[in-house]
């Protein structure tokens, strides 16, 4: 293939990448902005999303959207209300103290990710796309449902972004994410916002998952290569920077394919990532933070 | 304690109502028989123990239940019709979490806690190479079902053992001719960026130059890649034939993408069913895969002409006409591998019958035995077919499948001869100490 | 003070003294055991240091680990360098990498330094298969015969020997603790706690904190690879899975289940790990499971590790 189509095929495959990454980080990054917490389980919540978009899907037999309309809005749910009560039994009871939140998530991954090699067994496990179209270039076939998932993405990011800036819910967000003390002090419950924020990140991992379940597959380790480069995008974008995290996920996800055209792969994995580790040493605060909120 | 049978039997009930779940089916299996089923004459004998190193965790856990549910039925049948020297084999599973640390720990288990008489191991090249060095050096009999050509590289020790299934260099050099001879004599390799895709890599590249092809490009995945539509437009226009193989949970999506970027305009396309075992081949979008072809160590469909000794092997681990477990279609085996389990335990059998096998004081008689095998004929403990054994480099020499996908099923094409995959040997493990 | 100090040396050393008298009593597997967990322990313990005293989190560890574990496993198998020799590989290419990765990674702080260290190691393990051409990737090597056998002040030992492996695990678990007490108890020591407690106030007090984090930071990774490189001589094996990050977390686990900042907590953590995933898995295969629920557990009731609630509770004494 001609040089031209390969960078145009490396583009829209590092834009699917950056899409799902976002949605991903985006639950990361809410957490990490509101609660100054580490949540190492972050990954299984998206893997728990996954594998239930193909548990839900089995219910229904017949047309495939009909199953994952019903994942996609059944699976986060679930996910979100698992992290709910691994918030209010949990994180809390060890007043969110960032060493014991990182140990604490580990237990929690440990524990969903034997669940559910147990309830669901080790084999990776296939969902169908909603529809099946292919696009056509001149040079490939792509398949359209990667191009829905980016505008899914697009969509979900503009939802948050406008409950975040524009609706009380984000107002009371946005005051305990500054200043937890004083948020108090208005008669923010800022335990119930701490819940429902760590309930909307797990449950917004959820929703990549099944985006990105028909593309790949549901696995029970399938949790950890997402949470680290979620983890990576957080902290390039800045903390509690939407746009920031934006801008990283399209960084990371075009970087990892664009450059894996010029270098052999593994080289490029090499270089990408330290390309992106050097990033964070010489603009330590991220692209879009600011220093203090380190 | 070590998990003996008979604990497992009173503890089954408990196991199934509490659901601890995570047991394996396959122990479950091997509970199913109890010690009053043996006859009379060695009820009371102590039995043979075998130490099961198994990928219960981690990545390689979709192989391992099934390794396990295929030893666990070979283990049954061994039993019933009178164990070995007379004596029931208990089989002691231990999950080496797809990791060579812990496989090397629980190789070092067997010998020193469980005491078994011999080990009997894994899948995963990198838990056998690491696992190795402590069973030469503890002196215990490590027979492996793992498809590497670790063992027949020479470079492990004599404690080592690969004599029921054909290590991966013969695979591919057995492939070379057909390959050359039928699809095309361009090939491009895509493979996965580490040790086992390397081996396909070099043993494939020379083994098709000396059929007059050529490899024009070799694509190599990194390990933890999980998408690979990008990978697609590096190969060649003028390729004529794609060579696949990957491992690992992502195999499906490789598979998937590989379909969507050719649609019509495809190569030829040969892989390894590596990319595929424990795959439904009626998953949606795998349609394109009709007319391509496979590499099977046994082939996962009953073929028409099947063997007596093939129905048999399906019926006593479970598994249907379409390579599926009998209690669920969709749980689809390791077919291509899982036989290896199989003949392996017979193997041990044959050997410490040869030798009169008593106790651990007997294992350097034990591995003279194994090297004093030579050829295993097709039967019913060698379902998959006639094999030669190399006693110098410890390794077996099979019979491989060709199979090419029709209507969502896989048809034998081509069964290769033995010699198609000898090469010369590498080393020579019976000049090494016992 | 003073008896305090007594006290500690005695605890200490009757540790060590007691790891010595349990090889002629430990049951051969057990015997076996306690090797790996006392290499490891060491591994958590460079680990701690940076993370328990100076309150640095790394998350990529396992790089320090595999830099000893490739510098001596290459360097033996390659170039077919003596087993002294190439330990000592081990240890340089510690050192190396962890001057290299500190003078990089240590102008980040808090959690970019975590990220940081992890897409460093990250990037190391990409290397180590990345070469496979040498290092085999992921199936690894196995150390050759030549690599077994060596001399040691005149003396001819053999790594084949479970003695032998014993007892020099438990030689460089002494050196390793030993030296770890000596420094934390030390001036040094008090900076790194001082760093760990304020690090803005250190440096107004005249400390240049950048300097003692990059020394603090050379001994922890050359610890790690101290293990590392006793790990492939001794158990005769290298592989990419040893870099993943997995490895990174082990420490971090051990660290925190037996108490950061404390001396002996690394120690205690990797033997409670250890049997903890030994014992269950022959109950469960879910025995990771039962592990997580031991770490939820344990961070609900004693969030300062086990020794840490020791010490808090009962012997303020405890380094």
Request: aromatic share 12%; proline share 4%.
């Amino acid at each position: 293939m001609d040089f031209g189509p390969f960078l145009f095929l490396a583009t829209l495959e590092g834009l699917v990448q950056a899409a799902v990454l976002c949605l991903i980080a985006l639950g990361l990054s809410l957490v990490f902005g509101v609660m100054r917490v580490v949540n190492v389980a972050h990954g299984e919540f998206y893997m728990l999303g996954a594998v239930l978009a193909w548990w839900i899907t089995g219910w229904f037999a017949g047309n495939p959207a009909i199953g994952f309309v019903a994942a996609i809005i059944i699976g986060p749910l679930l996910v979100g209300v698992i992290a709910y009560f691994v918030e209010r039994l949990i994180l809390r009871k060890v007043e969110y103290d960032p060493e014991a939140t990182i140990v604490a998530t580990i237990g929690i991954l440990y524990i969903v990710q034997q669940l559910v090699l147990i309830t669901f067994g080790p084999d990776a496990r296939p969902v169908d796309t909603p529809f099946y179209f292919l696009i056509e270039f001149p040079w490939f076939g792509y398949s359209g449902y990667k191009l829905l998932v980016i505008c899914a993405a697009i969509m979900l990011l503009l939802a948050v972004w406008y409950v975040i800036t524009r609706t009380r819910l984000g107002l009371v967000m946005r005051a305990t994410q500054y200043d937890r003390e004083t948020a108090q002090n208005f008669g923010i419950a800022v335990n119930q916002v701490y819940a429902i924020v760590f309930a909307t990140g797990a449950g917004l991992a959820a929703v990549a998952a099944v985006l990105i379940v028909p593309i790949q597959q549901a696995h029970y380790l399938m949790g950890r290569d997402p949470l680290l480069l979620s983890f990576i995008v957080v902290i390039i974008g800045g903390l509690g920077s939407i746009r920031g995290t934006l801008v990283a996920a399209l960084i990371i996800g075009l970087s990892d394919g664009i450059i894996s055209v010029f270098f052999s792969p593994t080289l490029a994995k090499m270089v990408s990532t330290l390309l992106v580790a050097m990033v964070l040493v010489f603009k330590p605060e991220g692209l879009f933070g600011s220093r203090s909120q380190l | 304690m070590s998990k003996k049978i008979h604990k497992q039997i009173h503890q089954q009930d408990r196991r199934r109502t509490i659901k601890t779940l995570g047991v394996a089916a396959g122990v479950g299996l091997v509970s199913k028989y109890s010690p009053s089923l043996f006859p009379r004459a060695y009820a009371a004998s102590e039995p043979i123990k075998i130490g099961a190193q198994f990928h219960r965790t981690g990545i390689g856990a979709s192989y391992g239940r099934w390794y396990e549910r295929t030893a666990a039925a070979a283990v049954k049948l061994i039993n019933d019709e009178g164990g070995i020297n007379g004596r029931p084999i208990e089989l002691i599973v231990e999950d080496d979490g797809t990791d060579p640390k812990r496989g090397a720990e629980v190789v070092e288990k067997f010998a020193t806690q469980h005491k078994v008489d011999v080990a009997y191991g894994t899948l995963f090249s990198h838990v056998v190479i690491g696992s190795s060095p402590r069973a030469g050096e503890l002196k215990l009999p490590y027979i492996v079902v793992s498809e590497g050509h670790h063992v027949a590289s020479g470079k492990l020790n004599r404690y080592v053992f690969q004599p029921g299934i054909t290590d991966v260099k013969s695979q591919v050099i057995s492939m070379a001719p057909w390959v050359a001879g039928n699809l095309g004599k361009k090939v491009t390799m895509i493979f996965p960026d580490f040790a086992f895709g390397h081996d396909h890599r070099d043993y494939f590249s020379t083994a098709i130059a000396q059929q007059g092809g050529e490899v024009l490009e070799l694509i190599a995945i990194p390990p933890t890649e999980t998408s690979f539509t990008r990978y697609f437009p590096r190969v060649p226009k003028d390729t004529e034939v794609l060579y696949h193989v990957m491992v690992g949970p992502g195999v499906l999506t490789f598979v998937k993408e590989m379909g969507q970027h050719f649609g019509s305009k495809r190569p030829e396309i040969f892989g390894f069913i590596d990319s595929l075992e424990a795959v439904d081949l009626a998953t949606p979008q795998l349609e394109f895969l009709e007319g391509t072809y496979f590499w099977e160590g046994n082939p996962r469909y009953a073929q028409a002409n099947q063997t007596e000794y093939d129905k048999f092997f399906r019926a006593a681990v479970g598994v249907d006409g379409n390579g599926a477990s009998l209690s669920d279609p969709k749980d689809v085996s390791t077919y291509a591998h899982m036989f290896g389990c199989w003949e392996t335990l017979f193997i041990i059998k044959q050997a410490m019958e040869a030798c009169g096998y008593n106790s651990a004081a007997d294992r350097p008689a034990f591995i003279e035995a194994m090297e004093a095998l030579t050829t295993f004929e097709e039967s019913r403990n060698h379902p998959q077919g006639s094999k030669v054994f190399n006693p110098q480099i410890h390794q077996s020499f099979g019979h491989q499948y060709i199979s090419k996908v029709e209507g969502q099923r896989l048809n034998v094409v081509q069964k290769t001869s033995i010699e198609d995959g000898m090469y010369e040997p590498e080393g020579d493990y019976t000049k090494m100490a016992l | 003070m003073s008896s305090e100090q007594a006290k500690s040396i005695f605890l200490h050393a009757g540790v060590l003294a007691g790891l010595f008298l349990l090889q002629f009593f430990l049951p051969e597997y057990h015997h076996l055991s306690v090797t790996r967990i006392m290499l490891l322990a060491v591994f958590a313990m460079g680990f701690n240091l940076l993370f328990g005293y100076t309150g640095l989190l790394s998350l990529g560890h396992a790089m320090f680990f595999a830099a000893g574990m490739y510098g001596a496993g290459l360097s033996a198998y390659h170039l077919g360098w003596s087993v002294p020799l190439s330990f000592m590989v081990g240890i340089a290419c510690g050192v190396v990498l962890s001057l290299a990765i500190g003078l990089i990674a240590l102008r980040t702080t808090g959690v970019a330094f975590m990220i940081v260290t992890l897409m460093f190691s990250q990037v190391a393990y990409l290397t180590i298969v990345y070469f496979t051409t040498y290092t085999r990737g992921d199936e690894g090597l196995v150390m050759p015969e030549s690599a077994r056998q060596f001399v040691l002040f005149g003396q001819q030992l053999s790594l084949t020997h479970p003695g032998t492996r014993y007892n020099l695990a438990l030689m460089l678990l002494a050196i390793v603790m030993a030296s770890v007490w000596l420094l934390v108890r030390g001036d040094f020591g008090r900076s790194l706690i001082a760093i760990r407690e304020n690090e803005a106030r250190t440096k107004m007090l005249g400390y240049n904190t950048f300097l003692i984090k990059l020394k603090v930071l050379v001994v922890s990774g050359t610890i790690s690879a101290s293990s590392g490189a006793g790990y492939a001589l001794m158990f005769a094996y290298i592989g990419s899975s040893f870099a993943t990050i997995q490895y990174s977390i082990d420490p971090l686990l051990y660290t925190l289940l037996g108490g950061a900042g404390t001396v002996l907590g690394p120690f205690l953590g990797t033997a409670l790990m250890f049997y903890l995933i030994d014992i269950t898995s022959e109950y469960t295969s879910a025995y990771l499971l039962v592990a997580g629920i031991v770490l939820v557990i344990l961070v609900l009731f004693f969030p300062r590790g086990l020794l840490g609630a020791v010490r808090n509770r009962w012997f303020g004494w405890l380094p």
